[in-house]
């Protein structure tokens, strides 16, 4: 949405510069160079035809400047003077010399260098220097160009129309907010009853959760200009052109006051002040100067700061004081209801099929942010243009939150049939394994065609919103996730890299299990994430060493766990994994049919 400036403008502007520079002082000295000679209209004379004047005693006078590389000369035999380019001027002095020792008698002149030639020699030497300065001059004429464009990104007349009407959910963060709106209409009311406006509000959590679009409805609902700015475009390549960002935004900001600065990724710029060099201290001067700038405003100015960041704990805690990001707003995923909300509000303009329910598709998409299931929406359009369909259909949606989800199907890469054995028996696994573990969900899919960056995949189905999950399910979590590498090892007799995420995402449930769910009973209820590498640890090395065992002895359980169940029903993995093989893909009611 906001309009960069493309580099390759930038890159244009800078090579046009030194081109024309390059003209233009090529011109200079040629002219200059000119000058003195071509005043006279003499006609040339080739250097081998005056040596051979010259041996012929025929030369009157010869007129020279110091340093040029043309001379004048004068036959005997002529009215008119000749011109005469010399190769060297070292060369020319030894010929001249060599003749007048020989006795050959003519009139020599030397003139001192012309000013005009001395400048154009010093212009000559000074060439080099001129254009690398003029090339700085031009590239931060260019930075400052593109600053233009950036920094003074204000949006409002293209988004005015952005109101909390167009935020779904979030109920209590809009009320929260409202009164910053109220503030940002009619400040006066709030300065004569002597209250204090937070200046700035810090916004917390996951990309796509809403957290610039509710800042867009702040400054839309009370019509004030948004400006609005990236953290990581203040690191720049240029020192010091992070912190005169800054500065320049707010002085933008208090002339078009009231108004809204919004900026996002907050935490590129306010992590934690280090006494490192180079790039960090260049991070702490932006950060220095974002606090000079949000502490100096006048009471009367009626500028608000919003700024958004997943990372709350990596921010400097100076920039947490009163006074500049005093409050914060945490932004959760919806919850059903919620992504019901942004379903309706996305799907407004969009053909639906009438037997859609979005609250089904609400219902199907727990975990997706904001900023996804407006993609579920769009997506599910493209496919159903693509297909030809006259309104979106169920199966487009499906279509689309797997390509959300998992990425999109790959069907043009070529997978070998012992890739395809293996991912079959890989899936199986998991389907397999998670059909005998109470707690874990059903399957809704299995297929080994390939998406994304998968070879195959598992769905289950999603039914409800929890905001707690027990020790079992965790725990059962882990062996359906291990489920696939089991399965391989007990059908194919070897393990494959194919089981990577599954052993990631299984080893990060487990730590969390141990560090900050406290559900290892040899650690016990104890907080030991370390969110803030710059705080003293609480804990001692061997803690780390006591989570590392801890964490493993569940992952080994729960492998251990798989493993048995897939031998128990090898029967079962067997026939899912070559039904697998002939249909590449499996529903929900097909793979119900194993078990009856
Ligand atoms: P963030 O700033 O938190 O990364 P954005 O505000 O940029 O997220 O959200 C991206 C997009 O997702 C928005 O432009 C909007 O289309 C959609 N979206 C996110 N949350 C909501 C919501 N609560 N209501 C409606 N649309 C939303
Ligand atoms: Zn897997």
């Known amino acids: 949405m906001k309009d960069k400036p493309k580099n390759n403008d930038k890159l244009y502007y800078i090579i046009t510069g030194i081109i024309i520079v390059l003209c233009i002082a090529a011109i200079l000295t040629i002219t200059l160079m000119n000058n003195n000679d071509t005043n006279s209209e003499s006609k040339e004379l080739a250097y081998t035809e005056l040596i051979k004047k010259l041996e012929n005693k025929e030369v009157e006078k010869i007129e020279m400047t110091v340093g040029s590389t043309s001379a004048k000369v004068k036959l005997k035999n002529e009215e008119e003077e000749k011109q005469v380019i010399v190769p060297s001027t070292q060369a020319f002095m030894e010929l001249i010399q060599e003749q007048t020792q020989k006795g050959n008698e003519f009139e020599l002149i030397q003139k001192p260098t012309s000013i005009l030639l001395k400048i154009s020699d010093t212009l000559f030497s000074l060439l080099p220097t ?10 931060f004429k260019m930075q400052g160009l593109g600053d233009k464009g950036k920094v003074y990104d204000s949006e409002k007349s293209e988004d005015t129309h952005t109101t909390f009407k167009d935020v779904a959910g979030l109920d209590e963060e809009k009320n929260e907010l409202i009164e910053i709106v109220d503030f940002l ?117 009626t500028v608000i700061v919003l700024a958004a960041t997943n990372r709350p704990e990596m921010l400097d805690k100076a920039l947490l004081r009163p006074g500049r990001f005093d ?10 209801k919620g992504r019901e909300e942004i379903l309706k509000i996305h799907g407004k303009d969009k053909k639906f099929a009438s037997n859609i329910d979005l609250k ?125 590498r089991a399965a391989e090892k007990i059908a194919l007799n070897d393990i494959s890299t194919g089981a990577s995420n599954d052993i990631e995402v299984a080893t ?47 992952i080994d359980t729960a492998y251990k766990r798989a493993q048995e169940i897939i031998l128990a029903h090898m029967d079962k993995l067997q026939a899912v994994a070559e039904r697998l093989l002939e249909k590449e893909i499996i529903s929900a009611e097909e793979f119900e049919t194993f078990f009856n």
């Open 130 to 139: 001129i254009l690398i300065v003029i090339l700085f001059v031009l590239i």
């Open 185 to 301: 209409k009619e400040p006066k009311k709030f300065h004569e009853m002597g209250a204090k406006i937070p200046r700035g509000i810090l916004l917390c959590g996951k990309p796509g959760t809403g957290k610039t679009l509710i800042a867009k409805a702040i400054a839309g609902e009370a019509n004030v200009p948004f400006i609005s700015m990236s953290g990581s475009e203040f690191i720049e390549m240029f020192a010091g052109l992070g912190a005169s960002r800054v500065r320049k935004l707010f002085e933008k900001a208090k002339k078009i006051a009231p108004c809204i600065i919004f900026i996002d990724e907050i935490d590129a710029i306010g992590a934690r002040r280090t006494n490192a060099s180079g790039a960090e201290s260049e991070n702490n001067q932006t950060l220095n100067q974002l606090l000079v700038e949000m502490d100096g405003f006048e009471t009367n100015e």
């Open 327 to 336: 409050r914060q707003i945490t932004i959760a995923a919806p919850d059903a």
């Open 360 to 484: 089904e598709i609400a219902n199907d998409t727990a975990g997706f942010t904001g900023a996804e299931l407006a993609n579920v929406l769009n997506e599910a359009a493209i496919i159903a243009t693509i297909k030809k369909h006259k309104k979106i259909e169920e199966e487009d949606l499906e279509d689309a939150v797997k390509k959300v989800t998992v990425g999109l199907e790959k069907h043009s890469r070529v997978i070998s049939d012992k890739d395809k054995k293996l991912t079959a028996y890989h899936e199986a696994g998991h389907a397999i394994v998670s059909k005998f573990l109470e707690t874990q969900q059903d399957v809704k899919e299995v297929s080994i065609i390939p998406r994304g960056l998968a070879g195959g995949y598992t769905m289950y189905k999603t039914n409800e919103d929890k905001y707690y999950i027990s020790k079992t399910e965790m725990e059962e979590k882990l062996i359906a996730l291990l489920g696939g």
């Open 508 to 554: 990060k449930i487990a730590q969390d299990m141990v560090t900050v769910y406290g559900m290892s009973d040899n650690i016990g209820p104890i907080y030991l994430k370390q969110k803030d590498p710059y705080e003293p640890q609480v804990f001692g090395e061997n803690i780390d060493d006591a989570i590392g065992l801890e964490v493993k002895t569940m």
